[in-house]
């Protein structure tokens, strides 16, 4: 019979255990993580989970000097420009005899 209460005991001990450290985890989760999130985005600020930074969005019209809702204006600098790529060379099309899958079926043969 003693061995039974003390059983009982024991699991009430290690629930009790259980429920505390998930309580104090639960704590220090919303004091880290949740209140410097609130806190930044209630003063229109933008928060980063991956940094845990909160940062100021900058007006767009700052930056580009428009004004808002002005579309912006690409001055090319010739008609040509307007169809060219990226500025990387385009590929240079080779025969089909001179292609690596082409040459190793031929000497297989």
């Known amino acids: 019979m003693k061995t039974d209460k003390n059983l009982i005991l024991r699991v009430k001990l290690i ?8 309580s104090i985890g639960i704590l220090v989760y919303g004091a880290l993580y949740e209140m410097p999130r609130r806190k930044c985005e209630a003063n229109g600020g933008w928060w ?9 969005p900058v ?8 004004k808002a809702g002005e579309p912006q204006k690409i001055l090319w600098p010739t008609e040509d420009a307007k169809g060219a790529s990226n500025g990387s060379p385009r590929p240079v099309d080779q025969p089909a005899a ?8 031929a000497a297989s043969k």
């Open 15 to 22: 629930a009790l255990g259980v429920f505390i450290v998930a």
């Open 48 to 56: 980063s989970d991956k940094y845990r930074a909160c940062k100021t």
């Open 59 to 66: 007006y767009l019209p700052l930056l580009t000097k428009r």
């Open 98 to 105: 001179s292609s690596a899958s082409t040459s190793v079926s």
